[in-house]
C-alpha cells in the first residue's frame, strides 16, 4: 500500500523559497496521481497542487500559480513541490496525498501523510 511522508518544511521569510519532499513506499508514485494539500489554523483544507499520472498533467490553485513547482521523480520515488516569493498566506500544515486531477481541477485526494509546517513570517 502507498505511504506517504513529507519533509522539507521550516521557516522563511516572506519572499523566501523552499522544498517539500514527498518520499513514497509500498508503491511506485508513476503510477498515482500525488499532489499537495495545506491547512492553516481555523481555515478548511484546500489543494495547492498535484501532477497527474500517466501524463504528468499539473494543477496549481491560482493563489501559488507562478510561484510553485510540482515534479516528480520516478527513480526516487518522490514528488516534489518548489515553493518560491511565499507570503504569510501561504502559511499551513502541507500534506502530500494520493489525487485525481487534472489541469483544471481536483476531484479527490487521500492516503496522506502526517504533514510537514510552513511558517511565512518576518
Known amino acids: 500500500q502507498l505511504q506517504l511522508v513529507e519533509s522539507g518544511g521550516g521557516q522563511v521569510q516572506p519572499g523566501g523559497s523552499l522544498r517539500l519532499s514527498c518520499a513514497a513506499s509500498g508503491d511506485t508514485v508513476e503510477y498515482y496521481g500525488i499532489g499537495w494539500f495545506r491547512q492553516a489554523p481555523g481555515k478548511e483544507r484546500e489543494a495547492v497542487s498535484c501532477?497527474?499520472?500517466?501524463?504528468?498533467?499539473?494543477y496549481y490553485r491560482p493563489s501559488v500559480k507562478g510561484r510553485f513547482t510540482i515534479s516528480r521523480d520516478n527513480a526516487k520515488n518522490t514528488v516534489t513541490l518548489q515553493m518560491n516569493s511565499l507570503n504569510v498566506d501561504d502559511t499551513a500544515i502541507y500534506y502530500c496525498?494520493?489525487?485525481?486531477?487534472?489541469?483544471?481541477?481536483?476531484?479527490?485526494?487521500?492516503?496522506w501523510g502526517q504533514g510537514t509546517q510552513v511558517t511565512v513570517s518576518s
Open positions: 496525498a494520493r489525487f485525481e486531477c487534472s489541469e483544471y481541477e481536483v476531484r479527490w485526494y487521500d492516503n
Open positions: 501532477i497527474s499520472s500517466n501524463d504528468g498533467i499539473t
